[in-house]
């Protein structure tokens, strides 16, 4: 994107090429990873970055954007542009500033036909990856909600009395077995036990009231044009796009 320009309500969908994230986890410390991150979640406000990339020679990445993270030690070569009134961002390649290896092997990613949808991973994958704190980048996991449990395993935990029926449809089939399994891990019924360990499979930086209330909100709904599949974080979110893939 051009200077000036910006990316649909300041939100996109985010994704990383494998070989970006292998040299994160390779090569930059956990507190450099946290700078990199951080320097990410600027280009939704700012998605043009330092400047737009042009030719370089052998390295064509016209079209391209670079933005300088960690003091300017590290190069993050991407591309921000909106499809269909969504906003994508595909961070490329990251490299050391001062040589030109991040160049070459982002026009290699680039011009080989590499930039698949199997070798794309989600920014939420990618924090896994690193072991980065979505709370603390304000990609809160409480704001959106996947399917809900099967009706069998919602009908079991109601007879059960572990959870309250409304309650029990607001939560994936994850989070109600972990309220299943902790609601007799006592050697009597805790209900209380029960919430508080489906909330912990949600995140520790929300109560339960905010996360059902979220998950009575409407979805964003976004079409997010690399995952092909609507974005189910709360509407108005911030920032990152959220596949239920």
């Known amino acids: 994107m051009r200077p000036g320009e ?4 300041d939100q996109a969908e985010v994704v990383f090429t494998e070989q970006s994230i292998e040299w994160l986890i390779e090569t930059v410390t956990a507190a450099e ?14 998605p043009s970055g330092k400047h737009r990339l ?48 991040v160049y070459a092997e982002a026009h290699d990613l680039i ?23 979505k709370e603390r980048l304000g990609l809160e ?7 809900s449990a099967p009706e069998g395993l919602i009908k079991a935990a109601v007879a059960g009395d572990i959870v309250d029926e409304d309650v029990a449809r607001m939560l994936t089939k994850g989070e109600l077995n972990a309220a299943i399994e902790a609601a007799w891990a006592g050697g009597a019924l805790d209900r209380e036990a029960a ?12 109560t339960p009231d905010r996360v059902f209330t ?18 189910i974080r709360r509407r108005g979110h911030a920032g990152a796009h959220r596949s239920s893939r």
């Open 195 to 206: 919430l508080a360990a489906a909330m912990r499979r949600v995140a520790s930086s929300a």
């Open 111 to 133: 011009h080989s036909g590499k930039l698949t949808e199997q070798e794309q991973t989600q920014i939420w994958d990618a924090l896994r990856l690193v072991d980065e704190t």
């Open 6 to 9: 910006r990316l649909p309500d």
């Open 54 to 101: 042009s030719s370089r020679g052998a390295t064509d990445l016209v079209g391209f954007n670079t933005v300088e993270a960690c003091q300017r030690t590290y190069r993050i070569i991407y591309r921000a542009r909106a499809d269909d009134g969504v906003g994508t961002i595909e961070i490329i390649a990251i490299g050391l500033r001062r040589d030109g290896e």
């Open 214 to 231: 979220s998950r009575r909100d409407p979805r964003c709904g976004a079409r997010m044009p690399l995952a092909g599949t609507p974005c």
């Open 141 to 147: 996991q409480w704001d959106y909600f996947e399917d």
């Open 33 to 46: 990873r946290e700078e990199v991150f951080d320097t990410i979640v600027q280009l939704f406000t700012s």
